[in-house]
C-alpha cells in the first residue's frame, strides 16, 4: 500500500479550490510564517479558528487530515509529553515524584497549536492544489529549475518507493517475518539483520533506479535547454475574488504579527 496521496481532492470546486494557485501560495505561506511567531496564549484560540475556518471552507474531508497528522502527531506527541512534567516551576499537582508543572503545560498548548495550525495549513495548500501547479507557480515566483525538478521527482519517486517497500515487506512476511517468539524489552538480532537488509536493499534499489531515470531524461534532452513555464490564465472574476481572498489572508496574518508584538511589548 502506498502512501496516501495528496491530489485525492484536488478538482473540488469550493472556494480555496477556485483561488488562484500563485496568490494561493503566497497568502498561506504568510499566514503560516505568522502562526510560526505566535507565543501567547490568548493567540491560540483565533488561531485554531482561523485555521479550522480556512479547512472548512476548503470543502476537505477530516479524514483526508487525519491521516495525514498521524504520524507528525506521533512524533510531536513523543516531543511535548515530557514538558508538564518537567519545565517550569509552578507545581499545580503532584503524586509522589510525579508532578504537573503550569508553564509546561502552557509550553506544550502552545507547541502543539502552532504544530497542528500550520500543518493543516500546509495541508489546506497540498489537497486544494495539483502538485505539479504548485511546481508551476514557484517556478514563475524564480524558484531555480534544478530545485523544482528535484521536488517534483522526489514526489514522484516517493510513491514508487513506497510501493517497493511495502512489497519487499510483504515478501518477508510470507517467508516467516515477524512470526517467530516476541520476547517484550529483548533485542533480537537476528530481526535487526534482516531490517538493516531491507533498509540496504531499499537503498540500492532507489539507488539504481535514479541511474536509470537520469540517463533516461539525458537521452531525451534533460539540461540541453529551459523550457518556459506556462501559466494558466484564470478569467477575471476568479481574479477578483482570489484577490479579495489573499487581501483578507494577508491582514489576518499581519494581525498576528502585530497583536504578537503589542502583547509582547506590554
Not at 531525451?220 to 523550457?227: A, F, I, N, P
Request: glycine share 8%.
Amino acid at each position: 500500500m502506498a502512501f496516501a496521496s495528496l491530489d485525492a481532492y484536488v478538482h473540488g470546486s469550493s472556494i480555496i479550490h477556485r483561488w488562484r494557485p500563485a496568490l494561493k501560495l503566497v497568502s498561506l505561506l504568510l499566514l503560516m510564517f505568522a502562526f510560526a511567531t505566535v507565543h501567547h496564549l490568548v493567540l491560540l484560540v483565533p488561531m485554531v479558528g482561523v485555521t479550522a475556518l480556512l479547512y472548512g471552507s476548503s470543502g476537505l474531508p477530516l479524514r483526508f487530515l487525519r491521516q495525514r497528522l498521524s504520524y507528525p502527531g506521533l512524533f510531536i506527541l513523543a516531543v511535548v509529553i515530557l514538558l508538564p512534567l518537567t519545565a517550569g516551576d509552578t507545581v499545580i499537582w503532584q503524586w509522589g515524584w510525579l508532578s504537573l508543572r503550569q508553564e509546561g503545560i502552557e509550553a506544550m498548548a502552545l507547541v502543539v497549536c502552532r504544530f497542528v495550525s500550520i500543518l493543516t495549513i500546509g495541508f489546506i495548500l497540498l489537497g486544494t492544489t495539483p502538485f505539479l501547479t504548485i511546481i508551476q507557480t514557484m517556478r514563475s515566483l524564480g524558484l531555480p529549475v534544478i530545485l523544482a525538478d528535484m521536488t517534483l521527482l522526489s514526489y514522484r519517486y516517493l510513491y514508487e518507493i513506497a510501493d517497493t517497500l511495502f512489497t519487499m515487506q510483504q515478501a518477508m512476511r510470507l517467508r516467516g517475518f515477524g512470526y517467530g517468539e516476541k520476547r517484550w524489552f529483548r533485542i533480537n538480532p537476528r530481526i535487526l539483520q534482516q531490517l538493516a537488509t531491507l533498509t540496504g536493499s531499499l537503498l540500492i534499489r532507489s539507488y539504481e533506479r535514479s541511474e536509470r531515470v537520469y540517463k533516461a531524461m539525458r537521452l531525451r534532452g534533460y539540461g540541453y535547454g529551459v523550457q518556459p513555464t506556462i501559466m494558466g490564465t484564470p478569467n477575471q472574476r476568479r481574479d477578483v475574488r482570489s484577490w479579495g481572498l489573499t487581501a483578507v489572508i494577508v491582514m489576518i496574518a499581519a494581525g498576528f504579527v502585530i497583536a504578537e508584538i503589542g502583547l509582547s511589548v506590554v
